[in-house]
């Protein structure tokens, strides 16, 4: 079974609408993180959590709200959608403990909004 | 501010050909870590390498090895052999870095598209 997984995988909709995108871990980890990619744009974070009480913005956090229901639950929400919302999206997760250690993804959600 | 730059957009070579993808960055940092991310055609993105930046050292995994070099702030790739399996997006990013982003950021450079043709 997958270490991070995201729901849904795909996912098309209209814009105003509002979207959950969700994300779960068993790896145990305290961080997680959600990202979004673009075609020649790379990954941009959107915001992150280091746990349950703390949530940050990222880089690019506006038109976008997170929920950590859980230490391995990260929910992103778009509020109301927009067509250059377009993207897929990862959430990641890391350990904090001991050296910087990796960040580990999730499968990405492919989002389109119409 | 942190930034990552991989200049190559895109490389296409033959399979068996070596091919080696550069990745230069950029921070106010004295402490930080470099990383390289594969990303197949299935979209899923796997983690590859962590250096730290204390450990110049290089490091060779099977037909992959990374060539650190602090002096020219460059942390590049290298596939000996390449196979059509190969074929992905590249990423190398930056982070761990107490002056940029509280340790917690992580920058991605853009990516460097490789096809590795029969």
């Known amino acids: 079974d997958a270490d991070v997984t995201q729901t849904p995988r795909n996912r098309i909709t209209k814009t105003g609408k509002r979207i959950m995108l969700e994300c779960s871990q068993t790896k145990g980890h305290d961080r997680m993180y959600w990202y979004r990619q673009d075609p020649g744009l790379g990954l941009r974070l959107i915001y992150y959590?280091?746990?349950?009480?703390?949530?940050n913005k990222g880089e690019i956090s506006d038109g976008y709200s997170v929920s950590r229901q859980a230490q391995a639950k990260f929910s992103l929400s778009l509020e109301s959608a927009i067509p250059n919302q377009t993207a897929l999206y990862f959430c990641?997760?890391?350990?904090?403990?001991?050296?910087?250690?990796?960040?580990?993804f999730g499968p990405g959600t492919r989002l389109t909004v119409l | 501010a942190q930034k990552v730059t991989q200049a190559q957009t895109e490389i296409s070579v033959v399979e068996k050909e070596d091919v080696t993808l550069d990745c230069v960055y950029e921070t106010r940092d004295t402490t930080y870590y470099l990383f390289w991310y594969k990303q197949p055609p299935s979209g899923e993105l796997v983690f590859l390498i962590r250096?730290?930046?204390?450990?110049?050292q290089n490091e060779i995994s099977g037909r992959y090895s990374w060539n650190f070099q602090k002096s020219t702030s460059s942390f590049n790739f290298t596939i000996t052999a390449s196979q059509v399996v190969d074929s992905a997006v590249y990423f190398c990013?930056?982070?761990?870095?107490?002056?940029?982003?509280?340790?917690?950021?992580?920058?991605f450079g853009t990516g460097t598209q490789l096809k590795v043709e029969l």
């Open positions: 250096r730290n930046s204390f450990d110049e």
């Open positions: 990013a930056l982070g761990g870095g107490l002056l940029t982003g509280g340790g917690n950021k992580l920058t």
């Open positions: 990641a997760t890391r350990n904090s403990g001991g050296t910087y250690n990796e960040q580990f």
């Open positions: 959590s280091f746990d349950v009480k703390d949530i």
